[in-house]
């Protein structure tokens, strides 16, 4: 992260965006709105825009990765080519592939994978508008998927960033403070089972400053525990008159 | 619901189709209900998003700057590209681009391309040397058939949707302005597909009924009424009487389409 | 297709190749040509110059995509590196992938897929020399090397296009017509049959221009299906004679 | 010895370690013999070889001349990759970089990057047209365990062998002169994995080992005691309490790494 | 015809070789009947096709404009290419090259290159910036045996068969005049494959020979007489003994063949 | 090969780096260095470094390249990007297509495949730093890396190059001579055999100058071959002691 910048936040405390430091941005879940897969979520986070869909248990492609005692997880995290300001190349990204395995390995300790052996569940991500913090809103978005696909969950995992800009610790940080910023970590976590499932940093940070960090993003990732559970909600409710109507069909 | 239908459902459709209707209550030349929402993708240059019937597509415009192509010197460069990504159905896997998306991409190229719908000319900077590019990218996120008709809607609703940003050459420099101006375009082609079973023709096709029509006919039309790129697919074959009918009824929806669109 | 350029038709409607606006290129068909092959036919149409050789029916790799109640039937249309003025780069482009596709889709009307279950027929088209309408004399070819591999058919596919060059519309077009002309319909026909199975349009065309074109390029198409029923009489004559050679060995 | 290992042997491994041991006679939190030769490769500017306990990773960097990144038109270039030749393991396969490598590789960018370890404004010619461009390229040769750690080691040992060529600008055109000068370090991170298994933390995971952990947690450390770069890694989680615990271990076994580095 | 022989059938090739015969009449040491057509593909700056028995080879020619190697910034650029396409042979397959077609290349390559064919010299038009570059594109178009010595044959024939266009530089700008020049060759070498069985040599091995002999030796040889390239190939050997035997028969068979061809 | 340099030899017959004609570089065998390997081997061979470790036999993977009757050679050539002056990109490259191509054409013949039927041997060979010769060096040190795995040989296979510098023939060319020299002849050999497994040639000699380097490239495998005999039998007292520690574990 580079150092010399405009002031992201001003005296008062109030960022360039008008938040506080321990503000989230503004955030929009929907589930289920992608008829084909077996569960999907859209999320908007800020100005991120992200759709994920998920499709199984099913069979496992290519075959030799399906596991006797238990269900395989595969996750793809994909950005769309208009979704940054210079347009990338669909060809997936170095950063594209690590950021697939750490939005699986956070998933992976909500699943019950001994419960569907032999089978596999694909997370699909696409990332159709990036401003900074798509890995979080993308963990929040599989997690809303995984559940409308129905197959059990010890708990949902939801996702946020807190991290330093200028002087202070602040929570969800936007495209210009995560460039500009002093550190960004993005954190995942359950918490019914207080269990942090994806931690990572980019920056410097003292160990107090971590510290505090994880705190504030655990709360943030609280907050958006809370819409999670109500954009369930508003789905199910959705959901048994879509269903009535298709069972007349 | 998205895989590979049954044969009993296939015969199903087929018969249905037979008697002039369709599964869904449509008669054989109706479209299904569409929208477009175009800047759903604030941060690019251009954006669309179509749904018609439950396919759903999103396209975006990104705006750069390159160089013109040796045999066109004076104009702006136009790609599209299109992505079935997986998300969208279960039959579809991740992976470079496959015949389907390659052909999508280059029907829809096509129709914009040939009715010369940007005016490519005003595109140029530099000539011979800097020019803009104007990537069009086509991302399936839902299909239910006709991704063609769609793809197109899309893609030129959101390059009618684009802004690119005012500019001046200082010191052989490009230097940015304040301000945006709209994508110069000058024609506005509509793209019409018609499905061939049996010897019914029939316009946009659901998922279910891609599986069982023998051939389909793409036509882009422009204002005048000018066919502007062809393309038929799929294993089957039109007689020459079927393809006259068939362009015939093209236009037909083509008119009906532009009215509705305002274009 | 670029709208400047010198003058392509004279008034007196006679083309810078010396064609009036109905009349084909040369043509040279020749089947049998490749002993490895179990069908094979080579073409030149003008100065285009295509080869195509059919193996099968046979095992089908990869295995997933065989078909448990028919032949499947794959296509590659490929262009060698010298075919065109500027080398082109041997991986296959998206154009070829393209012409892959509406090549095999052309073909397949013709065949009998379900009378080989569980099998595979490759068409492999190398083009070696591109003057314009590759594709049409890659289909020309192609029905003969079918025809030559010993499978049956319905009839014979025949490719050619008609297209507009200043005002006229005209038959066959070669290079120059066809990047500075201003419309090219390329058409594939099963003259006994009646039946259209290839048929693209670049350009523009009014819709009389366009029934025109059709009509005409389906003209064409007889006319050389003629051609190619002689290129497969004089193959069985040569094969005969080869034949006994070969059973004598 | 080293194809995955049966589940008797994970439950005795697993089961040790709940007492406070390890098979190998290590403590929880003790790393496994380390050595670095330097210079192993002369021809390449920098070279290190790292030996941790059975791991053995090679480090090679190479340093030259390219165009710096738009936003940083007066930094030079670092770029990381890692290779897990197949001569290392049995389980590891030719072939283009494996999500494996690519992580690998990405966290050790992140340390070096995250600390600022090279002075990269130092590593400029010409802004905006010309810099050193540093190739760390990692490559394991035997894996035996905690790959990130050894790698890490492995690239910063490298890095502080690196010498690059003097050069001047003469005419506009670069002219190497006599001699060579010490890649210009500013900082000199040390790289922590914890690993987590039940309830314990353990510090430098063996090969076997890593078959029964539930998560590891990467820390680079600076001189300050800062956190650079942090990545959390497998199919397990953490507590909040736990993380807090395992950034302390992470600091104290860096510090102690420290000193015996003489870094 | 063309696919894996039989056991029976190769013992019976084997045998009939041991009696100094060959199942198509010939001795061990003579060819196949060949023929030569030069220009075949009139739009590409030079061509030729080569039938060697049922193996046929169609090599063409493209000369283009580019940079010169950084070492050699005096001489014109020589790439060699093979497809192996999968019309020639019911074991050939579609995709990137594998090893044969890469050998292939390879070999050719060297045979021009050591012997320096080309004149590359002459190829240069500004020094260390832009040269003429020869792509050598190798065509199998089918396949019965010894692709290594007709290809070479084919690749030789085209580059004699070459045009290149006149030019000047005007104002540092290239630019095309009137007519062609003819494709500068200062050696025009011969390639002979030669192959073992047990302990005979034969040359000219046809597709159902070489799946019985245990090695080849490929030797390009020049007007005087001299050794330009070697390549031995498969999993076979030679005794030092039969390395000097198959030497002698190259050269043998290379002066043969240059005086029939008159080169 | 380029024809303008520096005097690569004098006039006494010493070459740039103090050898005579027909010395060798100095060499360093290694066995047994890899522990996950099944038998592995580093080889100094003047400034090459290079690692060979061999796994096997094993399961066949992609399982259609199983042989019924036989075992199957597999052999990777690789370069590492730091081994040459300029950065070489970690993807295989055609030269390093051909290198193992002819490398495993030159272990097979001391192989007994049919004893391991249905099963492979995977032989990589790692370049960490290249000096000319780096093929030779390969095969010197893969045939100790077969050795050390364990399964039977003919005999050893070894490899050292001649060729000729200024007008001389000389052993063991280096990388100076190599790129300016003119020619390479580089030899692998089975002297208990007699037998010649390798032999390739870059630049231009007479017949005689040939066999002379024919020779003088066998006369330098034969010394190698002493070495290679020591670092086995070193190999295997050092061995005796591992694995009785291992054994006590």
């Known amino acids: 992260m580079s150092e010399k910048h405009e002031k992201l936040i001003d005296k008062k405390g109030i960022r360039l965006d008008g938040r506080k430091a321990d503000e989230l941005r503004s955030l929009k879940l929907e589930v289920g709105v992608l008829p084909n897969a077996d569960g999907s979520a859209y999320v908007e986070h800020g100005k991120n825009k992200i759709l994920v869909g998920v499709f199984g248990p099913r069979e496992v492609h290519p075959k030799h990765l399906m596991k006797a005692d ?64 798509t890995r979080c809103a993308a963990i929040t978005a599989a997690a809303l998927a995984l559940a409308d696909s129905g197959i059990p969950m010890r708990d949902l995992v939801v996702a946020c960033a807190a991290g330093k800009v200028e002087d202070t610790v602040v929570l969800d940080l936007y495209d210009a403070e995560d460039k500009l910023g002093a550190a960004d970590v993005p954190v995942a976590y359950m918490p019914n089972l207080n269990a942090v499932t994806l931690l990572q940093m980019d920056g410097q940070l003292s160990p107090e400053e971590f510290e505090k960090a994880l705190n504030m993003a655990m709360e943030g990732c609280k907050k958006i525990y809370a819409l999670q559970k109500e954009a369930l909600k508003n789905k199910y409710m959705t959901t048994k008159v879509e269903t009535k109507e298709e069972t007349e069909e | 619901m998205s895989s590979p239908i049954t044969k009993v459902r296939q015969r199903q459709i087929a018969q249905t189709m037979e008697t002039g209707k369709r599964m869904d209550g449509r008669t054989l030349t109706d479209y299904r209900e569409f929208t477009i929402e175009q800047g759903v993708i604030e941060k690019a240059e251009g954006s669309a998003r179509v749904f018609l019937g439950k396919t759903q597509i999103l396209v975006g415009i990104k705006v750069e700057t390159g160089e013109p192509f040796p045999d066109t010197p004076n104009e702006g460069v136009m790609t599209v590209n299109a992505e079935l990504v997986p998300l969208a159905s279960p039959t579809y896997e991740t992976g470079p681009p496959d015949e389907t998306s390659i052909e999508l991409a280059r029907i829809v190229d096509r129709g914009i391309r040939e009715s010369k719908a940007i005016d490519t000319e005003k595109l140029c900077i530099e000539p011979g040397k800097k020019v803009f590019v104007v990537f069009v990218d086509i991302y399936v996120l839902n299909y239910d058939g006709n991704l063609i008709d769609a793809a197109a809607l899309a893609a030129m609703s959101a390059l009618m949707n684009t802004k690119m940003p005012n500019y001046e050459i200082k010191d052989g420099e490009l230097k940015l302005k304040q301000g945006y101006t709209q994508l110069p375009m000058k024609s506005h082609p509509v793209t019409v597909t018609i499905g061939k079973i049996g010897e019914k023709l029939i316009v946009d096709a659901a998922m279910e009924e891609e599986q069982v029509i023998d051939a389909r006919l793409t036509m882009a039309i422009n204002e005048e009424g000018n066919i502007c790129a062809i393309q038929k697919g799929l294993s089957g074959y039109f007689t020459p009487q079927q393809l006259i009918e068939a362009s015939k009824l093209a236009r037909e929806k083509a008119d009906e389409q532009r009215k509705k669109l305002k274009w």
Chains 1, 3, 6 share one sequence.
């Open chain 1, 70 to 133: 238990r269900m395989v997880l595969k996750c793809r995290y994909h950005m769309a080519p208009f979704s940054v300001p210079e347009r990338k190349s669909p060809a997936p990204s170095r950063r594209e592939v690590e950021l697939s395995k750490v939005i699986r390995e956070s998933l992976e300790p909500a699943l019950f994978p001994e419960l569907y052996p032999r089978t596999g569940i694909d997370v699909y991500v696409e990332v159709l508008q990036a401003d900074g913090g």
